[in-house]
């Protein structure tokens, strides 16, 4: 290599950040406020020997740059960084740690732990004010150059609305691991995204959106890694701008460009889980692998007064310093790089509310949002906060700004507690149905910025919710310490499988209801990935570190006659949804106001067919509910009356005097087709059971 001849750099550019090709050479610019030198280390192709170190000769607005002439893509290097190591001040700078570039687009090599992979002597006395000496190049990935030159040809986004949107939750490994009809290279892959056997499955289930755990690379604890365990659903973040290796082909990032190309040719949009409060390298005694060693100071939130530690609103060691705008500008670079480059179409992201964290605390006016709703790129995108973290006033429910949706765990806690046969919750089921009002009928938001679930990856799957009362962690190694301690869920008499068969019906009478809630609520439905299949963890309510049959996918349930049985009905209540815009209102607004003489936007009825009063709302026994809608599709009319029964028992629901011929259109106690006008003034709807009335057959979707 030519480049190797040359004894010093060119000054090149303080901008893109980044290896930045231009075909005649690369052009090297990382940021660092407080180092005093910054080197470029180059490596061979296979990363394993350094062949050259070349001081980077310009350092403009605290962006340290320099031009490699003659270098191509495939160039391996990584940085090292000079300046002071004073832990008590916030400084952790020690240049015999390689460090990563924080906008590396592809890795080489995997991280191996080693203690010379801390800045500090792991055992010292002095613990991490202390300084290791030793060089930790051996046992880190090292950056790679590339271009981006895939051919998207006439790839065009879905463009889904948010009304028309169902979101399915999933993990790229454990998708496929267990899919016997998936080549086994392909199992665990980006590849297996794009099987026509998924897309189908995808497609009958009805989802639009399919929204990935994180795919950016990430690093195995070292904890989980002496445990024989690993951090499998990624929420570790070690390069914001790279796909996690594991998950690619010989094909390298292209293989994930392929995938989304062909998600999108089905209609089916991609939505990645981003994790960008806090990153992997931990507490103060966490490793040095990138951010830590370029610049601590501006990268960490550390504690005013006490900068040897970190703010740590994350629970993960450390919280990322979005307030300064470098770091924020990183985020918004990474952010446009998935959806430029990936072409991917919106992002849920970790932690929400520690992005929006100012000075002061949380704020949905904070630089982060404020970043992102201006940008022409990224405002356009599907945008949803997981709207908590474990800060001071962690808990933002409700208070993110216009332009984002939000994960809603009160619906899901509601929804669970109302089919387990909870006293007090009629009032709170209205809620959660009607897309939570109280806390997002504000600001000119929509119905569909409450995200409605009732499981997601951190949690009992569906199936779990109704087999197990308690959490089975065992496998995580902390003595079934972690994970949530109240679920909500019911065995409804026996702890897990059993082969009792009036268990085993009211247990899918339950799921067939909980499912069918989220799919006929306002706001937006997701599924976890499985549940439509009742895909279990064997009880296992924080699955973080499972990289095995506990976690993955169980496919094999999904074609048994039960499996089917499951898939056909949300598919059903899937098809509905699309078919009766009454079942996916978007706006909020005067439920009260009269479409048609005697027919309202909306009303709530009780077991006698009258309209709840305040004594019925207040009834904390009541366990039944009715919930009437109407919108105008067009010049139509269209009405559905859902019929709950959170009860023990049958119910006879009198039905309420409204101008409407009633066609019986889903049942979740009795299963299948059910389809027929209903003759009587009585509807019966069995224990624990939903039942949808629509004025007409079906409107064309």
Same mark, same amino acid.
């Given at each position: 290599?030519?480049?190797?001849?040359?004894?010093?750099?060119?000054?090149?550019?303080?901008?893109?950040?980044?290896?930045?090709?231009?075909?005649?050479?690369?052009?090297?610019?990382?940021?660092?406020?407080?180092?005093?030198? #910054?080197?470029?280390?180059?490596? *061979?192709?296979?990363?394993?020997?350094?062949?050259?170190?070349? $001081?980077?000769?310009?350092?403009?607005?605290?962006?340290?740059?320099?031009?490699?002439?003659?270098?191509?893509?495939?160039?391996?290097?990584?940085?090292?960084?000079?300046?002071?190591?004073?832990?008590?001040?916030?400084?952790?700078?020690?240049?015999?740690?390689?460090?990563?570039? $924080?906008?590396?687009?592809?890795?080489?090599?995997?991280?191996?732990? @080693?203690?010379?992979?801390?800045?500090?002597?792991?055992?010292?006395?002095?613990?991490?004010?202390?300084?290791?000496?030793?060089?930790?190049?051996?046992?880190?990935?090292? =950056?790679?150059?590339?271009?981006? &030159?895939?051919?998207?040809?006439?790839?065009?986004?879905?463009?889904?609305?948010?009304? +028309?949107?169902?979101?399915?939750?999933?993990?790229?490994?454990?998708?496929? #691991?267990?899919?016997?009809?998936?080549?086994?290279?392909?199992?665990?892959?980006?590849?297996?995204?794009?099987?026509?056997?998924?897309?189908?499955?995808?497609?009958?289930?009805?989802?639009?959106?399919?929204?990935?755990?994180?795919?950016?690379?990430?690093?195995?604890?070292?904890?989980?890694?002496?445990?024989?365990?690993?951090?499998?659903?990624?929420?570790?973040?070690?390069?914001?701008?790279?796909?996690?290796?594991?998950?690619?082909?010989?094909?390298?990032?292209?293989?994930?460009?392929?995938? %989304?190309?062909?998600?999108? !040719?089905?209609?089916?949009?991609?939505?990645?889980?981003?994790?960008?409060?806090?990153?992997?390298?931990?507490?103060?005694?966490? $490793?040095?692998? @990138?951010?830590?060693?370029?610049?601590?100071? @501006?990268?960490?939130?550390? %504690?005013?007064?006490?900068?040897?530690?970190?703010?740590?609103?994350?629970?993960?060691?450390?919280?990322?310093?979005?307030?300064?705008?470098?770091?924020?500008? #990183?985020?918004? +670079?990474?952010?446009?790089?998935?959806?430029?480059?990936?072409?991917? *179409?919106?992002?849920? /992201?970790?932690?929400?509310?520690?992005?929006?964290?100012?000075?002061?605390?949380?704020?949905?006016?904070?630089?982060?949002?404020?970043?992102?709703?201006?940008?022409?790129?990224?405002?356009?995108?599907?945008?949803? !906060?997981?709207?908590?973290?474990?800060?001071?006033?962690?808990?933002?429910?409700?208070?993110?700004?216009?332009?984002?949706?939000?994960?809603?765990?009160?619906?899901?806690?509601?929804?669970?507690?109302?089919?387990?046969? *909870?006293?007090?919750?009629?009032?709170?089921?209205?809620?959660?149905?009607?897309?939570?009002?109280?806390?997002?009928?504000?600001?000119?938001?929509?119905?569909?910025?409450?995200?409605? /679930?009732?499981? !997601?990856? +951190?949690?009992?799957?569906?199936?779990?919710?109704?087999?197990?009362?308690?959490?089975?962690?065992?496998?995580?190694?902390?003595? &079934?310490?972690?994970?949530?301690?109240?679920?909500?869920?019911?065995?409804?008499?026996?702890?897990? $499988?059993?082969?009792?068969?009036?268990?085993?019906?009211?247990?899918?009478?339950?799921?067939?209801?909980?499912? =069918?809630?989220?799919?006929?609520?306002?706001?937006?439905?997701?599924?976890?990935?499985? *549940?439509? /299949?009742?895909?279990?963890?064997?009880?296992?309510?924080?699955?973080?570190?499972?990289?095995?049959?506990?976690?993955?996918?169980?496919?094999?349930?999904?074609?048994?006659?039960?499996?089917?049985?499951?898939? &056909?009905?949300?598919?059903?209540?899937?098809?509905?949804?699309?078919?009766?815009?009454?079942?996916?209102? @978007?706006?909020?607004?005067?439920?009260?106001?009269?479409?048609?003489?005697?027919?309202?936007?909306? =009303?709530?009825?009780?077991?006698?067919? !009258?309209?709840?009063? +305040?004594?019925?709302?207040?009834?904390?026994?009541?366990?039944?509910?009715?919930?009437?809608?109407?919108?105008?599709?067009?010049?139509?009319?269209?009405?559905?009356?859902?019929?709950?029964?959170?009860? &023990?028992?049958?119910?006879?629901?009198?039905?309420?005097?409204?101008?409407?011929?009633?066609?019986?259109?889903?049942?979740?106690?009795?299963?299948?087709?059910?389809?027929?006008?209903?003759?009587?003034?009585?509807?019966?709807?069995?224990?624990?059971?939903?039942?949808?009335?629509?004025?007409?057959?079906?409107?064309?979707?």
């Amino acid at each position: 290599m030519s480049e190797l001849n040359i004894d010093r750099l060119q000054p090149g550019l303080p901008y893109p950040l980044g290896a930045t090709s231009d075909g005649l050479g690369v052009n090297f610019a990382v940021f660092s406020a407080n180092a005093t030198r #910054m080197d470029l280390c180059v490596f *061979d192709e296979r990363g394993r020997k350094e062949i050259k170190r070349f $001081p980077l000769p310009e350092c403009t607005d605290e962006v340290w740059h320099g031009y490699l002439p003659d270098a191509q893509p495939g160039l391996v290097y990584g940085y090292r960084a000079h300046g002071p190591y004073d832990p008590a001040r916030g400084h952790r700078f020690n240049p015999q740690k390689l460090l990563l570039d $924080p906008y590396a687009k592809q890795l080489s090599g995997a991280l191996r732990w @080693s203690d010379s992979l801390f800045g500090y002597r792991v055992g010292h006395s002095r613990m991490d004010l202390s300084q290791d000496r030793r060089d930790s190049a051996a046992w880190v990935p090292k =950056a790679v150059v590339t271009e981006d &030159n895939f051919n998207w040809g006439d790839d065009e986004p879905p463009a889904i609305p948010w009304e +028309d949107s169902l979101i399915y939750e999933a993990h790229i490994r454990g998708l496929s #691991m267990m899919r016997e009809d998936i080549r086994v290279n392909w199992r665990g892959t980006v590849d297996a995204l794009a099987h026509p056997a998924f897309i189908d499955h995808l497609l009958k289930v009805g989802v639009t959106s399919l929204e990935l755990l994180p795919v950016h690379a990430a690093l195995d604890d070292h904890f989980l890694v002496e445990r024989g365990l690993r951090n499998y659903w990624g929420y570790n973040t070690l390069a914001y701008f790279a796909p996690e290796p594991r998950y690619l082909t010989v094909r390298g990032a292209n293989a994930l460009r392929m995938a %989304i190309r062909r998600l999108h !040719s089905a209609g089916i949009e991609v939505i990645l889980d981003v994790v960008y409060n806090h990153t992997a390298e931990g507490n103060e005694l966490g $490793p040095t692998l @990138s951010w830590r060693g370029l610049d601590n100071a @501006s990268y960490y939130r550390l %504690i005013p007064g006490e900068e040897r530690y970190y703010i740590n609103d994350t629970g993960c060691g450390n919280t990322v310093n979005l307030s300064h705008p470098r770091v924020l500008q #990183m985020v918004m +670079d990474s952010l446009r790089h998935w959806a430029q480059s990936y072409r991917v *179409d919106g992002f849920r /992201f970790d932690l929400g509310v520690t992005l929006g964290r100012e000075g002061t605390g949380f704020d949905p006016g904070s630089g982060f949002f404020d970043a992102i709703l201006q940008d022409p790129v990224l405002a356009r995108k599907k945008l949803i !906060s997981e709207p908590w973290d474990i800060g001071p006033d962690g808990y933002q429910l409700g208070n993110h700004p216009p332009g984002f949706a939000e994960w809603n765990d009160r619906y899901r806690d509601t929804v669970r507690r109302f089919w387990r046969g *909870d006293a007090e919750q009629r009032g709170e089921m209205a809620s959660a149905l009607s897309g939570t009002p109280a806390l997002f009928d504000n600001r000119h938001r929509r119905r569909w910025a409450s995200v409605n /679930f009732v499981a !997601s990856h +951190d949690g009992f799957t569906a199936a779990d919710v109704v087999s197990y009362n308690d959490k089975h962690n065992e496998a995580n190694g902390d003595e &079934n310490g972690d994970g949530h301690g109240e679920n909500y869920s019911s065995n409804w008499g026996v702890e897990g $499988p059993t082969p009792d068969k009036a268990i085993n019906k009211l247990r899918e009478t339950v799921l067939r209801s909980m499912l =069918a809630t989220v799919l006929v609520s306002d706001g937006t439905p997701m599924l976890l990935a499985g *549940d439509e /299949f009742a895909n279990s963890q064997k009880g296992n309510n924080n699955a973080y570190c499972q990289d095995n049959e506990i976690a993955w996918l169980d496919w094999k349930q999904a074609s048994e006659k039960h499996g089917q049985a499951l898939i &056909n009905w949300v598919a059903r209540v899937r098809a509905l949804r699309r078919a009766h815009p009454s079942l996916r209102r @978007s706006r909020f607004g005067d439920d009260s106001i009269e479409l048609v003489p005697g027919i309202k936007r909306a =009303a709530w009825y009780d077991i006698d067919g !009258s309209e709840m009063s +305040d004594e019925a709302w207040a009834f904390s026994e009541g366990r039944v509910l009715g919930f009437q809608r109407a919108v105008m599709a067009g010049e139509q009319l269209d009405v559905t009356l859902l019929l709950f029964n959170g009860a &023990n028992e049958d119910i006879s629901f009198e039905l309420p005097a409204l101008p409407c011929r009633w066609f019986r259109r889903l049942d979740s106690v009795l299963d299948g087709r059910i389809s027929g006008e209903v003759d009587t003034g009585q509807v019966k709807v069995g224990a624990h059971g939903i039942v949808l009335l629509a004025n007409s057959e079906g409107l064309r979707s």
